[in-house]
Structure formats: structure tokens, C-alpha cells
């Protein structure tokens, strides 16, 4: 056996192995965030509801003053709810590879290689996640140090939307259906069949 002979039977082996990927469509990655956000307010809102109630009970429904401490309890589930949804996320990707609302419209996010995701790809995905938070962050400090003029101000918020949405709206254009986090986390999301 030659070694030409060798590789084209490796190399046909090694695309039979490889199932077709077929990368998500805008649409379905806009419909599986749409429900993914309805999931988002669920936590929030259970959270909220959590804090309320130690309030509540605290205050004996209304007729004291509620403690100090049930106070910090309710802040303490308000300040929870961006933890929880971190950790939603990071679960989801690490366990699955999709959301809830990725699950509904049959979609799975792999690395670029084609392999699961994985512990460390999760993390990669929700950091790269974060870089949109990051970005308002920016345009929200530059609105304050730019608060004595008001258009001044208004284009930073608006510039860093701007970009998000851009970010975002580059899946709509890529051929691999990446947005800005795919890129930066090395991740696409495809269609399961």
C-alpha cells in the first residue's frame, strides 16, 4: 500500500465519520433568546418573590415594621438574580450544550471544531457573553462623564447599543450564523435533525 493510497482512505474515512452540519438560522437563534428571556424572568421574578415574602412574613404582614435583616435578605435575592442567571447559562451550556429555549427550536451550540462544548467551552461562551454587558458598561460611563451635555451623553448609550446590536445582528449576515460571542467563545450553534 503506497502512502497516497494510505491518506485517501484516511481522508475518506474521516469524512464519512463526520456528520453534515447544518448552522442555525437567524431566526431560530431569535426565537430560542425570545424564550430564553422568558426563562430569565422567571428566575428573576421567583427571586423577587422570595425577598418579598421573608419581608412580608417579617413585617407580619404589614403591621410592623420589617426587620433589617429580612431587608438584606430581599436585596440579597434582587443582587442574586445576575449570579443565577450566569449560573443558568453556564449549567445549560456545560450540560447540554443549549438553553431551554435552544432545546424548543432544536438547537445545540458545539465548539468550532465540531466538538461538545464542554466544562471549559460553557465558561468561554458565558465570559464571551459578557463582553455585551461590558460594552453598555463603557457607553453607560462615558454617558456619566459626559452627563453636563445631554446629545453628548445619549450618543455614547447609543454607540454602545449600537455595537451590541451589531454583534448580534452579525449572525444574521455570517456564513457560519456566528455572532460577536460565537467569535470570541469559538462556538457555533447548529440545528439538531
Excluded: C
Amino acid at each position: 500500500m503506497t502512502i497516497s493510497s494510505a491518506a485517501s482512505r484516511r481522508g475518506a474515512s474521516a469524512t464519512r465519520s463526520q456528520p453534515r452540519i447544518e448552522f442555525a438560522s437567524f431566526e431560530s437563534r431569535v426565537a430560542a433568546a425570545t424564550l430564553d428571556l422568558l426563562v430569565l424572568f422567571i428566575i428573576g421574578a421567583v427571586a423577587v418573590t422570595v425577598g418579598s415574602l421573608v419581608v412580608l412574613v417579617s413585617s407580619d404582614f404589614e403591621r410592623t415594621d420589617p426587620s433589617n435583616t429580612s431587608i438584606y435578605i430581599f436585596w440579597g435575592s434582587v443582587g442574586g438574580i445576575g449570579p443565577a442567571i450566569l449560573l443558568y447559562y453556564f449549567v445549560s451550556y456545560a450540560w447540554k450544550g443549549q438553553t431551554i429555549g435552544k432545546a424548543v427550536m432544536q438547537l445545540m451550540i458545539i465548539r468550532s471544531d465540531g466538538h461538545h462544548l464542554g466544562v471549559l467551552g460553557a465558561m468561554a461562551r458565558v465570559i464571551a457573553q459578557l463582553a455585551y454587558i461590558l460594552i453598555v458598561g463603557v457607553g453607560v460611563i462615558a454617558a456619566f462623564i459626559l452627563r453636563d451635555s445631554t446629545p453628548q451623553a445619549a450618543a455614547a448609550i447609543g454607540a454602545s447599543l449600537v455595537l451590541v446590536v451589531a454583534g448580534m445582528l452579525w449572525a444574521a449576515f455570517d456564513s457560519r450564523r456566528r455572532t460577536l460571542h460565537d467569535r470570541i467563545a469559538g462556538t457555533v450553534v447548529v440545528r439538531l435533525r
